[in-house]
Every structure is written in structure tokens, then in C-alpha cells.
């Protein structure tokens, strides 16, 4: 999305009218959603993205009908192809790779015998 980007420069003193001209955008969508920078479906979405996160999680080879059981248990309504959706979209996939990215512990220099690259 090239909003936020709108926004930054309009902090750094450049108007968002010439910004928009530039990139070929029309003003009143960008005003549109400065006043509402998440939408209420982002919103939703993220809040279920996050549940099936938490319930994959705890049993990665839950299939998406328990998937989406968890989340109704978790107050989170949806169908069971929303579920199966977000599986398919390796949405629960990127969740764990980032994960585990996070837990590696890096060790920036030590001697590998790679010349330390």
C-alpha cells in the first residue's frame, strides 16, 4: 500500500498533492484512508489469522476443520473454509517460518570457515 508512504513524506514537508501527482494516485482515497488506516475486514481478518496462528501452534498436524473449531472456542466465528483458506495460503506456514527465524540465535562473526561471511 503507498499511503503510509504518502504520509511520511507529507511529515518530512512535501504536500500530498504534488506526492500524489507524482505517483499517479488520486488525493481523496489517500484522505480516506488516513482517516481509517485499517479497514474493519483487515481488522477481523487479522484477529482470526492470529487464533489459527495460536491453535496451529499448539498442534502444527491439526487439520482446518479443528482449526477453525479452535477459533470458534476461542471466540473467533468462522466457516471452516476460512480456515482451510488460510492453510492453503501458507498463512500458518509463514507464521512458523517467522517464528523460527526469530529463535534463531545468530552468531555474527564467529569463525564458521567461510571467512566469516
Known amino acids: ?12 514537508g512535501i504536500p500530498v498533492t504534488v ?9 481523496q482515497p489517500h484522505y480516506r484512508w488516513l482517516a481509517h488506516p485499517v479497514t474493519e475486514a483487515e481488522l477481523v481478518w487479522a484477529y482470526r489469522a492470529n487464533t489459527l496462528f495460536d491453535a496451529h ?10 482449526l477453525a473449531d479452535e477459533a470458534r472456542a476461542q471466540g473467533q466465528e468462522m ?7 488460510a ?17 534463531q540465535d ?11 561471511l
Not at 466457516?79 to 483458506?85: Q, Y
Not at 545468530?106 to 566469516?116: A, N, P, Q
Open 1 to 12: 500500500m503507498i499511503y503510509p508512504l504518502v504520509r511520511e513524506l507529507a511529515v518530512d
Open 19 to 27: 506526492t500524489c501527482r507524482v505517483l499517479g494516485i488520486a488525493r
Open 57 to 66: 501452534r499448539d498442534d502444527p498436524e491439526f487439520g482446518h476443520r479443528i
Open 79 to 85: 466457516a471452516e473454509r476460512t480456515a482451510c483458506l
Open 87 to 103: 492453510r492453503l495460503k501458507g498463512v500458518l506456514r509463514g507464521f512458523a517460518i517467522a517464528e523460527e527465524i526469530v529463535r
Open 106 to 116: 545468530l552468531h555474527v562473526g564467529e569463525s564458521s570457515g567461510d571467512g566469516g
